[in-house]
């Protein structure tokens, strides 16, 4: 595996800016996941690693080594796309073993077996080998395309949305999927997504992007807990953090125009008067929704407690976050 590394990245369409300035180090070893909406710059930064795309500035170092006027071939990387990217017409094994036929990497065919069948594996797909590509459920075609990519042993993983065409419970297990072959393999990985479940649920660390520059970039429970502006605060977490303006309570810091409550952190009890609007009972938790002076906030309550709509309960905020007329983080 390899450290990453991008300094001063750039690369424009015409007067598009896709990303600029980028710096970071993606550690040997690390899960990192790129997140932001559409058009922040992931896919774009994740291209110009593979060399799928040519940066208008900056250098990009693989385990010591500028390869910014490498191929892609050359730069040793595989790269798993959001569509399955499969052959219809050949089976999983053949899917499989085709990167390591390739005329650059010579693999004996032995080694070729032994790889597929490793993979398949770790994949739970050994006894699919057999079949054809199209005879398969989304979710195994969404594991041999990611099989695909653990065959060839890269110097880095690159993931592109690879699990957003599938359903809500096939996102979940490929996602317990992904951080074990990442935890068994110590592979370098760099993972885009707009989703904050697949962030803080597989990162070892994140990168926060915002209409093509990298805004904050460290692990999760970083991020979460000491976003540096309001834009960051409100990308990670779900429900999303409250915010209010600053003047619904007391004791705010000079400067400061907003003030965000995670969920969790709205103390009930004492404080001022809010009303109950609506109630979630998820089972091993229950969320209020709730307003207060017409602003409308979630908290998270005590799944064995009754809240009847209407019913006026105190609220405070507890650990709040403030931030400054241009979204500043205020410390």
Known sequence: ????????????????????????????????????PTGAGKTTTLRLIAGLEKA????????????GNE?????????????????????????????????????????IER??????????ISHKLNNKATA????????????????????????????????????????????????????TLLYVTHDQIEAMTMATHVG????????????????????????VAGR????????????????????ATHIGMRPEHVHQGDGLEAEVKRVEHLGDLTRLHLTLNGHAITTVADPTMTYDLGTAIKIAPKNPLFFDGNGNRIR
């Open 115 to 124: 790889k597929v069948s490793e993979v398949a594996e770790v994949l739970q």
């Open 71 to 111: 191929t892609p071939a050359q730069r040793d990387m595989a790269m798993v796309f959001q569509q399955y990217s499969l052959y219809p017409h050949l089976t999983v094994r053949d899917n499989l073993a085709f990167p390591l036929k390739s005329p650059i990497l010579r693999t004996p065919s032995d080694a």
């Open 56 to 67: 208008d500035r900056g250098e990009i170092w693989v385990d010591g080594r500028n390869v």
């Open 136 to 187: 398969l459920s989304g979710g195994e075609m969404q594991r041999v395309s990611i099989g695909r990519a653990l065959v060839r042993d890269p110097a880095i993983y690159l993931m592109d949305e690879p699990l957003s065409s599938l359903d809500a419970k096939l996102r979940t297990d490929l996602r317990v999927e992904l951080k074990r072959i990442h935890a068994s393999l110590g592979a």
């Open 1 to 36: 595996m390899a450290e990453v590394t991008l300094k001063n990245l750039s690369k424009n369409f015409g007067t598009d800016i896709g990303v600029e300035d980028i710096s970071m180090t993606i550690p040997d070893g690390a899960f990192v996941v790129l997140l932001g």
């Open 236 to 255: 990670l977490g779900l429900p999303r953090i409250n915010i209010l303006p600053v003047d619904v309570f007391q004791n705010a810091p000079v400067r």
């Open 208 to 231: 926060v992007l915002n209409e093509g520059r990298l805004v904050q970039f460290g692990t999760p429970r970083e991020i979460y807990e000491n976003p540096n502006s309001l834009y």
